[in-house]
């Protein structure tokens, strides 16, 4: 089936330091999302995104975070500077437009932070 | 007003059972209920999921139910086995775009 690609797959960082979490979404896809989650607990939105734009963000979506997708390549999630709860699992999804659009979202992976 | 309840939080049972999750929602507006099977160190994967225009869907041992002048739904799993172990999700959506939300999870085991 579609595939959702996230690099990197473990990324372990100094508190303070930046981060981008990389997310190559299904090809056709024209809406994307970023939802964090920690060890154990339950999956919390973080933003989402279309043609271009930031459509709506949570609180947990800190000034420190930014998203974007420059001329078709990676949805990129950037976290500068990080903080110690930053650490967890970041998961990118997708998900199509129009007729096609089920509401089905295609996760990636998962890209699993661990701030120190 | 935009929460989706999850429960119960654990839920153990015998091989063979059946076992049973809710979830009930809030916003109204709500058109789309995907569940989710979430084992240890991977992304969730869609199990099952149910369109508002439906009350009852089945497939493979999975039956969800949705009763929208309640804003309920639940995961019915017949004949639970070992590899059913793992943590599940429901999730709640509205128009197309506008981001899932997602239950607090719901840990099964399911014990020989």
């Known amino acids: 089936g579609p595939k959702v690609l996230q690099i990197p797959s473990h990324q372990i960082i100094d508190m303070g330091q930046m981060v981008t979490l990389n997310c190559d979404p299904v090809s056709n896809h024209l809406y994307f999302y970023w939802y964090k989650q920690i060890l154990g607990q339950q999956m919390e939105f973080l933003v989402n995104?279309?043609?271009?734009?930031?459509?709506?963000k949570s609180k947990l979506f800190k000034d420190q975070f930014s998203v974007e997708r420059p001329d078709g390549s990676y949805f990129t999630l950037k976290i500068q500077p990080t903080a110690l709860e930053d650490s967890a699992v970041y998961f990118c999804a997708s998900s199509p437009q129009g007729d096609s659009n089920t509401g089905q979202l295609y996760f990636g992976e998962g890209s699993k932070l661990t701030v120190l | 007003g935009e929460q989706v309840e999850q429960l119960p939080s654990i839920l153990r049972v015998q091989e063979g059972s059946s076992a049973s999750i809710n979830c009930t929602y809030e916003n109204s507006a709500s058109n789309y209920f995907p569940w989710y099977k979430q084992e240890p160190g991977e992304n969730p994967k869609l199990i099952i999921d149910i369109r508002s225009n439906m009350e009852r869907k089945q497939t493979q041992g999975l039956i969800v139910l949705l009763d929208k002048k309640a804003k309920r739904f639940s995961l019915h799993i017949t004949d639970t086995q070992p590899g059913d172990s793992a943590m599940y999700f429901c999730?709640?959506?509205?128009?197309?775009?506008?981001?899932?939300?997602f239950g607090t999870g719901t840990k099964l085991q399911v014990v020989p």
């Open positions: 995104f279309y043609n271009g734009k930031v459509m709506e």
């Open positions: 999730a709640a959506s509205a128009v197309s775009g506008t981001y899932q939300r």
